[in-house]
């Protein structure tokens, strides 16, 4: 069960980092239409910045699942190595 809550909580993250990351890559198109110099900065830099958290977010997913894979794969060489049997 612990299992399933881990992955639902990284699919969780990750569908969220990758709808900001869409949201930001939106943004940041848009925000070449503006007119108002102001305006295009304030945009552009938000947009910029949405789109840098949501890379960590999926940076961070991925570190998650390898070290999750890593750990399972160390557990299943260990199991099949390891005879029990001392000298």
Do not use: C, R
Not at 19 to 33: A, C, D, P, R
Not at 45 to 63: K, N, P, R
Not at 68 to 81: I, M, N, R, Y
């Amino acid at each position: 069960m612990e299992s399933f809550i881990w992955w639902m909580k990284n699919a969780l993250l990750g569908v969220i980092s990758l709808l900001f990351l869409t949201f930001g890559i939106v943004n940041l198109g848009n925000s070449y239409e503006l007119k108002n110099p102001f305006e295009f900065v304030m945009t552009f830099f938000s947009a910029s910045l949405m789109i840098m958290i949501s890379i960590v977010g999926i940076i961070y997913l991925a570190l998650q699942i390898y070290s999750f894979l890593k750990k399972d794969e160390a557990q299943v060489v260990g199991s099949t190595h390891s005879t029990g049997k001392a000298g």
